[in-house]
T-cell receptor, first 115, second 113 residues
Framework: DAKTTQPPSMDCAEGRAANLPCNHS???????VYWYRQIHSQGPQYIIH???NNETNEMASLIITEDRKSSTLILPHATLRDTAVYYC????????????????FGKGTKLSVKP | DAGVTQSPTHLIKTRGQQVTLRCSPK?????VSWYQQALGQGPQFIFQ???????QRGNFPDRFSGHQFPNYSSELNVNALLLGDSALYLC????????????FGPGTRLTVL
């Protein structure tokens, strides 16, 4: 089961910042927070990830609370092309058998950016 | 630099048939993971291949099997297809056995009639 809780849907006005929340109250100290998005019927697109510190890249910023029990993905200037389902994922550092930690997806947040 | 590619794009099969889906990882990547995404749901992990071996498996029956080739490409095979196997099948590639960002392909849409 997914270890995260996200609102099922959110709206955002074009040009404004979109702030997508995620709760992960049972996160372990060595688990990462990953964000992906999926535009209708396409493969998920990687956005950003972090462990403890806030992170920023050309797509978004990730703010992780000090207790690591929640995080917020920020799209600074949302456009219509940012309309998608956004997935927040808690990922273990390793799987078993020498494998990577796999991604456990929930249902995500459907973000609708409106003109 | 080509990203992750998958073939075919769409596929229609009937119940009881067998299907093979293919994935070529991103250049420089050696680990391939497969996911199944039913309509309206998030992707579900099927299995992961590294060094030509299945390293980790999700909660999927033995009808789902895979293979990784020396060039790191991978196949997903599903036998005795059921209507419930209709889904978008996604391949993701990454590097090594340590946690590394997985990059997804466009997927193969499988319809079972």
């Amino acid at each position: 089961d997914a270890k995260t809780t996200q609102p099922p849907s959110m709206d955002c006005a074009e040009g404004r910042a979109a702030n997508l929340p995620c709760n992960h109250s049972t996160i372990s100290g060595n688990e990462y927070v990953y964000w992906y998005r999926q535009i209708h019927s396409q493969g998920p697109q990687y956005i950003i990830h972090g462990l403890k510190n806030n992170e920023t890249n050309e797509m978004a910023s990730l703010i992780i609370t000090e207790d690591r029990k929640s995080s917020t993905l920020i799209l600074p200037h949302a456009t219509l092309r940012d309309t998608a389902v956004y997935y927040c994922i808690v990922r273990p550092p390793r799987g078993y058998g020498g494998s990577q930690g796999n991604l456990i997806f929930g249902k995500g947040t459907k973000l609708s950016v409106k003109p | 630099d080509a990203g992750v590619t998958q073939s075919p794009t769409h596929l229609i099969k009937t119940r009881g048939q067998q299907v093979t889906l293919r994935c070529s990882p991103k250049s420089g990547h050696d680990t391939v993971s497969w996911y199944q995404q039913a309509l309206g749901q998030g992707p579900q992990f099927i299995f992961q291949y590294y060094e030509e071996e299945e390293r980790q498996r999700g909660n999927f029956p033995d009808r789902f099997s895979g293979h990784q080739f020396p060039n790191y490409s991978s196949e997903l095979n599903v036998n005795a297809l059921l209507l419930g196997d209709s889904a978008l099948y996604l391949c993701a590639s990454s590097v090594g056995s340590f946690t590394d960002t997985q990059y997804f392909g466009p997927g193969t849409r499988l319809t079972v009639l």
